[in-house]
Nanobody
Framework: QVQLVESGGGLVQAGDSLRLSCAAS????????VGWFRQAPGKERESVAA????????YIADSMKGRFTISRDRAKNTVYLHMSSLKPEDTAIYYC???????????WGQGTQVTVSS
């Protein structure tokens, strides 16, 4: 099983930028997809972004297009979520996940809290 650890969350003000990291350890797969998800209080978990093993961005949620980007550093075995122009509605626990495909995530991190004040 792959272990995932998120970091980079915190308390910021509306309009600020933040970079979240998802570091993988343990078993390494030759090909896998990594996605970012978030869950706000009282809301369903939603998909934020996804990236392929080769570094192609597979998905960015409509409400986050133009503000969020996803990238991968193969050498560091780390995936990043770059967030800018943050809004209070971005407040949530952010999770990363990995698996063979976007519909087969089988490893999840513990999450990191992002709080955006207005």
């Amino acid at each position: 099983q792959v272990q995932l650890v998120e970091s980079g969350g915190g308390l910021v003000q509306a309009g600020d930028s933040l970079r979240l990291s998802c570091a993988a350890s343990g078993r390494t797969f030759s090909s896998y997809t990594v996605g970012w998800f978030r869950q706000a209080p009282g809301k369903e978990r939603e998909s934020v972004a996804a990236i392929s093993w080769g570094g192609t961005t597979l998905y960015i949620a409509d409400s986050m297009k133009g503000r969020f980007t996803i990238s991968r550093d193969r050498a560091k075995n780390t995936v990043y979520l770059h967030m800018s122009s943050l809004k209070p509605e971005d407040t949530a626990i952010y999770y990363c996940a990995a698996g063979p495909t976007q519909s087969e995530y089988n490893s999840w991190g513990q999450g990191t809290q992002v709080t955006v004040s207005s």
